[in-house]
């Protein structure tokens, strides 16, 4: 364009004329409208971002779960493959090979891991620690310790060697240790009539057969009292 002052080339962005400096009222325009679209821009830019704001989290929320729903169908895929690929010997009933550790611990856990036998050598080697000590002998382990004791003889559930062998510690404990007469072994001996799950001793029986024992216990007391004394 022409500049109005002295007719040179001017760019009409230009804000002055590079030939005589004057003042060039398009380009001035030009910038003027510019700067107002920046400052709008700016105004609007705060007021633009809320709104969008709401969109824009909706977005990445969707693309998240898109995502972790893939993962998650990759995951189940890898699963079901594996399921299928190896060979798990948990699921399977072979038996273990002979003379391994396995069978052995097979052997062992059949013999030898039976609660009732594991409970009645618990509380009479506790029983027969406090005996020997002279400590106190609470009435509960006395009980424990006969029922248990009972569960063990009389259980079908109990392996047969486990079984004699309890019988024998039972007969051992309550004869041997204990001095019981025959009715004393009775009183141990008597089932509960009442009980349709399970095995387990009468309970008169064996409140009878608690005192009995304490009796001898607070006997056995005096008497180790009255020879230190002596």
Not at 8 to 24: F, H, T
Not at 158 to 171: F, K, S
Not at 190 to 219: C, F, M, N, T, W
Request: net charge negative; glycine share 6%; aromatic share 10%.
């Amino acid at each position: 364009m022409k500049c109005v002052n002295c007719g040179g080339e001017v760019d009409s962005q230009a804000v002055r004329c590079p030939y005589c400096g004057g003042r060039n009222e398009a380009g001035i325009s030009f910038y003027k409208e510019v700067y107002q679209k920046v400052n709008r821009n700016k105004l609007l830019a705060p007021v633009l971002l809320r709104q969008k704001t709401p969109e824009l989290i909706q977005r990445m929320l969707n693309r998240i779960i898109l995502a972790m729903g893939i993962l998650g169908v990759v995951f189940i895929a890898i699963s079901i493959a594996l399921y299928l690929m190896i060979d798990d010997p948990v699921y399977r009933n072979d038996e273990p090979a002979p003379d391994s550790y396995a069978a052995e611990y097979v052997k062992i856990s059949d013999s030898y891991n039976n609660s009732s036998y594991q409970d009645w050598t618990r509380y009479v080697n506790e029983f027969l620690d406090r005996w020997n000590s002279g400590s106190k002998i609470e009435s509960y382990r006395i009980e424990m310790m006969l029922e248990y004791g009972f569960r063990v003889c009389y259980s079908d559930k109990v392996d047969g060697q486990l079984q004699q062998q309890a019988q024998l510690e039972v007969n051992a404990l309550l004869e041997g240790v204990l001095g019981l007469s025959e009715e004393g072994l009775a009183l141990f001996n008597k089932a509960d009539g009442h009980s349709v799950y399970s095995v387990r001793p009468d309970p008169d029986a064996q409140a009878q057969l608690v005192s009995l024992i304490e009796a001898k216990l607070a006997d056995r007391e005096d008497a180790v009292f009255w020879n230190d004394y002596n």
